[in-house]
T-cell receptor
Framework: DGGITQSPKYLFRKEGQNVTLSCEQN?????MYWYRQDPGQGLRLIYY???????QKGDIAEGYSVSREKKESFPLTVTSAQKNPTAFYLC???????????FGSGTQLSVL | GEDVEQSLFLSVREGDSSVINCTYT??????LYWYKQEPGAGLQLLTY?????DMKQDQRLTVLLNKKDKHLSLRIADTQTGDSAIYFC?????????????FGRGTQLTVWP
């Protein structure tokens, strides 16, 4: 089955620690995105990538980093510089830029 | 294009119709989308409408677009308890912001048996 796989489902971060969230897609989509969702809020764009080896900052990129070494993979690192990392993180992909996003099932990140 | 507004809550009885409303600010929107999110899950694309259309129907779902008032609505006919979820309106735009969607805060739909 084609789709987007995010792992892990739940992740805990200790103070001062970097953590990496995985996102893999087998839809052959060029564009991939990371969104952050806080309770009662809409989705806010962290980073997006329209092609391999290229990515752009979204609205709330500070404290996060990404890489796009393969078309299928777009991992997100939450660094220690992100002071309020507790949120639900959603990865998405689209066959073209900004059209019909397909989402993974999300990763809930919490701080210990 | 960053101000997409939705009412936060809607409650309906099973079998009734639900209407979820959304307003947006950017007249250069190309597509407008409705997504559904169930608890602890990702967003599922329900339907979408191109900005030069007024209406789109897909089984129990009807999308109405009023470009003059920048108003989008999603009507769910014969609402079922399985329709209980959060519904997000989103817009995408062309030009320099191509590649981005702007989301509303979501409307929590509760369906009572």
């Amino acid at each position: 089955d084609g789709g987007i796989t995010q792992s892990p489902k739940y992740l805990f971060r200790k103070e001062g620690q970097n953590v990496t969230l995985s996102c893999e897609q087998n839809l052959n989509h060029d564009a991939m995105y990371w969104y952050r969702q806080d309770p009662g809020q809409g989705l806010r764009l962290i980073y997006y990538s329209q092609i391999v080896n290229d990515f752009q900052k979204g609205d709330i990129a500070e404290g996060y980093s990404v890489s796009r070494e393969k078309k299928e993979s777009f991992p997100l690192t939450v660094t220690s510089a992100q002071k309020n990392p507790t949120a639900f993180y959603l990865c998405a992909s689209s066959i073209d830029r900004g059209e019909k996003l397909f989402f993974g099932s999300g990763t809930q990140l919490s701080v210990l | 294009g960053e101000d997409v507004e939705q009412s936060l809550f809607l409650s309906v009885r099973e079998g009734d119709s639900s209407v979820i409303n959304c307003t947006y600010t950017d007249s250069s929107s190309t597509y407008l989308y409705w997504y559904k999110q169930e608890p602890g899950a990702g967003l599922q694309l329900l339907t979408y409408i191109f900005s030069n259309m007024d209406m789109k129907q897909d089984q129990r779902l009807t999308v109405l677009l009023n470009k003059k008032d920048k108003h989008l609505s999603l009507r769910i006919a014969d609402t079922q308890t399985g329709d209980s979820a959060i519904y997000f309106c989103a817009e995408s735009m062309g030009g320099s912001t191509l590649g981005r969607l702007y989301f509303g805060r979501g409307t929590q739909l509760t369906v009572w048996p």
